[in-house]
């Protein structure tokens, strides 16, 4: 049977040990990184060209990796690379698992969860449409029970198209790449769909159709996650480094080069009316 002391001392560990998770627990996203000189990001496979693995080198490269390297620096951190998807990202930041979240769409839901950066960049809106059906110069044009758009359900897309078409007859399917094989196929007229992911898709696939970016312009802002806190420290560094890059123009230079070297989009092949 324990002795009195030993008992004692066994619960003394225990507090201890609980208050020093408490302590970890209660660190906020600043004090971490500057105390691990770490920075966690989620990346995600088969995100091109937000994220992309190189199955040979297994080296990750992509809009992502490439902004989480630029903010490291400038934390005085390494990147530590932590593999999430879009759906689990959110729960990723809540849970401390990640620290930041390149390309996320702040939503009001997600807002009452985490918190957001300022815009990392602009994603225009566009109709990727079937052959021989346009051209398409405004979205109106779109607005019509006749018109059979497609989009995947739950996305930016498909929250525009609601929005915005709501006289359109509009499926929502599991997948982007469905709502595309819907095009392709003729079972669809247009596909709603952002610029970054337009384009790499024709570059890909220009047998799916045209793409067209209709007036007015319409844009969907993009930004970094980062962990809900009542303490923004962290949150102000990353808004201090964004808005110097993007006054450098370094945000838009590491788009049109990941466009062009992931996806096959040359930097002259951007319409006119895109602006990052």
Known sequence: MPSKSSILQTVALAASLCVGAAAVAQESSMARVERTKTLR????SGATPYFHKDLVSQKWEGFGPDFAASLAQ???AKV????TTWGNSVMDLQTNKIDVMFGMGPTPARREMVDFSEMLFNNTLTAVCKKGYGPVKTWEQLNDPKV???????????????????????????????????VQTGRADCQILMVLL??????KRPDVGAMFV????????????????SNKDFEKAVNTWLL???????VQSVIVKNMEKLAGVKPESFPKQVKF
């Not at 530590?80 to 593999?83: C, D, I, P, Q, T």
């Not at 989009?151 to 599991?174: C, H, M, W, Y």
């Open 80 to 83: 530590e690379l932590v593999e």
């Open 198 to 203: 337009a384009q790499p898709l024709l570059a």
């Open 148 to 182: 059979k758009i497609v989009v995947d359900v739950g996305s930016n897309q498909d929250q525009f198209a609601t929005k915005t078409l709501p006289k359109a007859n509009i499926a929502r399917l599991e997948s982007s790449g469905a709502a595309s094989m819907a």
């Open 244 to 250: 110097d890059v993007r006054a450098k123009g370094e």
């Open 74 to 76: 400038k934390l005085g």
């Open 214 to 229: 209709p007036e007015p312009v319409a844009t969907s802002s993009t930004h970094i996650g980062l962990p809900k806190s």
């Open 41 to 44: 990001v989620g990346v995600i």
